[in-house]
């Protein structure tokens, strides 16, 4: 058997399957933390000057250099250029307003359309992490979408869409009134506890749901399979 055709490890159940998929779809621990310094650092610094711009340039500088070190180690720009755009953006809106708190409405937009978005995805029968799923395929290039030819995968997919439904309604619930009020510092600390700490907090939830769950995989659900055994189950 040649490595092309070797199955996937730990694919007797949909859920070792979306583990072992999403394990390679999702950055490390590098990835994570490129993504959270620069806003860590917005916070500090701003804490300390009460200064939009001084915080603003040393964020955006933190970013530049992470990219420079991806850069000459010649490894993925993918979180890093996510970082970047991200500071760039809030530090934007920030000394376009004067105010402090204006950092954070980007963030805060986004998670409303990511929170609609989830939502949309579970009810359309297209549930986001299913895309997440399909990535960590090694196959995705013939095929991106097999994943949704199982109905097993797509129910699973779903559930742990629901958990990213939560995470954003929690991040709206907490942020929105603290932007309202103009409270910078909790924003900072907000920011903060409900980035990366929330977001494994949600891995952690969808890791218990994919170890106790024992969805059979279908036959035919592969890249492999006929049009005609593609079964997609109604919208929801």
Known sequence: MTTDQRPSPAAETVEALIRHRLSTALGGWRGSLETALPTVVFVAVWTVTQ????????????????AAVRLVQRSSLQHVLGALV???????????????????????????????????????????????VGAGDPRAKEDPFAWRRDRGMVRVCARLTWVLVGIYVVRLAVMVPLYLAAEVTL????????????????????????VSGRTPVEPGAGPGAEPGESRVPPSS
Do not use: C, E, H
């Not at 200064?51 to 992470?66: H, K, N, Q």
């Open 187 to 210: 924003l900072g600390v907000a920011k903060i506890v409900l980035g990366w700490p929330l977001w494994v907090a949600g891995v952690a939830v969808m890791g218990w749901l994919l």
């Open 51 to 66: 200064d939009v711009r001084t915080a603003a340039v040393w964020s955006i500088g933190l970013a530049v250099v992470l």
């Open 86 to 132: 991200a500071t760039a953006i809030a530090a934007f809106f920030a000394l376009r307003s004067g105010q402090a708190q204006d950092a954070f409405l980007p963030g805060i937009l986004t998670n409303a359309a990511y929170l609609a978005g989830t939502v949309l995805s579970i009810v359309v029968g297209w549930p986001a992490v299913g895309f997440l």
